[in-house]
């Protein structure tokens, strides 16, 4: 019995180590190229910038960090998945483009929504005490007075 066993759990490991070499064979979630930046807007202050650059820029800018687990999949997936969202979404460095949900970035920073937890759990630095919301929220009202972004975009205004 025990043998029978041991044979079965050799050939799901077995299994499971040719699924994820298999796996890494699909392209997507491997292109780092990031786009070209083409405008930021016009920070409040340096510290503004500094905490959008630390929590928000990776998957809310053209400068995204490409970390070694991001060219193994399904992480690669994942996290390309995630990128493309928050660029479609809102997009710190093309600030002269449509921005498609600008209206709900205090919402979603007020909730704790963002940055999501999945992200800062592996990023310590750029998770949010209730202080740093507060003033990142500030920031960017005052970043967007005097740099607004342009509304709308996303999927619907492209076509």
Known sequence: MAVGIRR?????????????????????GRDHTDPPVTAEPAWNS???RAIVGESC?????????WPWYTNVAPMSWLVQRDV???????????????????DEVFEVIREGEMPPSTYT??????KLDDA???ELSEGLRATFATSPPIAGGGEEAEG
């Open 84 to 102: 493309d969202g928050g660029r479609d979404a809102l997009n710190f460095t093309q600030w002269d483009q449509p921005q498609a949900e600008v």
């Open 121 to 126: 759990i592996i990023h310590w630095g750029a």
């Open 46 to 48: 340096p510290r503004t």
């Open 132 to 134: 740093e919301r507060r």
């Open 8 to 28: 079965i759990l050799r050939l799901v490991l077995l299994s499971l180590i040719g699924l994820l070499v298999l796996i890494q064979f699909v392209p997507y």
């Open 57 to 65: 820029f990776d998957c809310h800018s053209n400068r995204t960090a």
